[in-house]
């Protein structure tokens, strides 16, 4: 997968049509996918109205510093886990003041363990409503597949989200 132009615009194209609707604003908080979620929703003309912004937090500190996950959150549970998933969002969404964070962790391959295998991938949505967190195992697909389905998954949950909302 060279980049979001890949990824299919149908699941962009509902979520910004979702939340352009409400008059909400969306910002990600992305790890494995290195902001192809961003680059997918920016792909659409017209996201400007509804994408605020992307956090690209490859690294635990990035987490740490940019949206505020708590070091020992990370050193407790590892950063591919619910509870940073959720921390991610969350995280994002008060950063940005956003509507909706869409969060993901994972590992994307190779160099997986045991505990956590290639395909492994955490994502969580914030809103005012709450945090949910979901937990998705791809397999072995190789680097740029388990990237392209989180980044579908990403946009579905997210849709999910917005239009579950009251």
């Known amino acids: 997968m060279a980049g979001a132009g890949m990824i299919d615009e149908t699941r962009a194209r509902a979520l910004?049509?979702?939340?352009?609707?409400?008059?909400?604003?969306v910002a990600t908080a992305e790890s494995c996918t290195g902001g192809l979620v961003a680059a997918a929703l920016t792909d659409i003309p017209g996201s400007s109205d509804v994408f605020d912004r992307g956090y690209l937090t490859y690294s635990n500190a990035a987490k740490s510093e940019m949206i505020g996950v708590p070091g020992d959150l990370i050193a407790e549970h590892g950063a591919v886990s619910e509870p940073v998933a959720r921390a991610m969002a969350e995280g994002a969404r008060r950063a940005s003041g956003a509507d909706l964070a869409i969060a993901i962790t994972g590992v994307a391959g190779p160099g997986a363990s045991a505990a956590k295998p290639e395909g492994l991938v955490w994502f969580a949505t914030a809103?005012?409503?709450?945090?949910?967190?979901?937990?998705r195992d791809f397999g072995p697909l190789g680097r740029g597949n388990v990237r392209a389905r989180a980044v579908e998954t990403a946009l579905e949950l997210g849709l999910q989200a917005v239009v579950g909302a009251p």
């Open 127 to 135: 809103t005012a409503r709450g945090t949910v967190a979901e937990r």
């Open 16 to 25: 910004l049509g979702a939340a352009r609707a409400r008059g909400w604003h």
